[in-house]
């Protein structure tokens, strides 16, 4: 079973509308974190957000915003009045404890997201 | 801080050859993770590095390994190559003593094309 689902495969909006991207994790751990990343074109992996599973305050930077629901096992991210600069795929993944490792990191598979001009 | 680099940007090999990958992690970074990155298959983890030792792996074939070295710095190796190796090449850093709160860090990655 998938650990982080993003049911959203590809994603259209037109510039300066809203756009919310789903993500829902899966994990029976207490203490877990989430985290948010953007793949631009280039293809590095861009860290936009770390979550931990005991701060459920939603969380805002500038047209970013990050929705954390642990009833519904989900970490949704919205982007306001989005740009064409937001085009990219974004990964949604959760890190919970190993008892060898440290951590295990669970990506999800991406939303590809477009902002038409 | 300079960020994790990773060496070279792009690769063609040709079926049967291997390749090396590098990688460099943020300074006083002890924690190297590579993944596999395909339009199928999405990020798929390979293996993780920490102190010079293989501490966690994917499932992936035996030709693919890696190693750390003292300075931090990794090499991916796949050998025997086969045309479902071409990918995007990821390679993460991290300071490997957190635990679960561990933020990875990731290169610019390695587009490698096998012909």
């Known amino acids: 079973a998938q650990k982080v689902t993003q049911a959203q495969t590809e994603i259209s909006v037109v510039e300066k509308e809203d756009v919310t991207l789903d993500c829902v994790y899966e994990?029976?751990?207490?203490?877990?974190?989430l985290f948010w990343y953007k793949q631009p074109p280039s293809g590095e992996l861009v860290f936009l957000i770390r979550r931990n599973s005991f701060d459920e305050q939603n969380e805002i930077s500038g047209r970013y915003s990050w929705n954390f629901q642990k009833s519904t096992s989900s970490f949704n991210f919205t982007i306001t009045a989005s740009q064409v600069v937001d085009s990219a795929v974004y990964f949604c993944a959760l890190s919970e404890a190993q008892w060898n490792t440290g951590n295990q990191f669970y990506f999800g598979t991406g939303t590809s997201l477009t902002v038409i001009p | 801080k300079a960020g994790v680099t990773q060496t070279p940007r792009y690769l063609i090999k040709t079926r049967g050859q291997q390749v090396t990958l590098s990688c460099s992690p943020i300074?006083?970074?002890?924690?190297v993770s590579w993944y596999q990155q395909t339009p199928g298959q999405g990020l798929q983890f390979l293996f993780e590095?920490?102190?010079?030792?293989?501490?966690n792996k994917g499932n992936f074939p035996g030709r693919f390994s890696g190693r750390q070295f003292s300075n931090s710095r990794s090499e991916m190796n796949v050998s025997t190559l086969e045309l479902g190796d071409s990918a995007l090449y990821l390679c993460?850093?991290?300071?490997?003593?957190?635990?679960?709160?561990?933020?990875?860090?990731f290169g610019p990655g390695t587009r490698l094309l096998v012909l």
């Open positions: 300074s006083g970074h002890r924690s």
């Open positions: 994990t029976r751990d207490t203490t877990y974190y």
């Open positions: 590095y920490f102190s010079e030792t293989q501490r």
């Open positions: 993460a850093s991290s300071s490997g003593t957190s635990g679960v709160q561990e933020t990875q860090y």
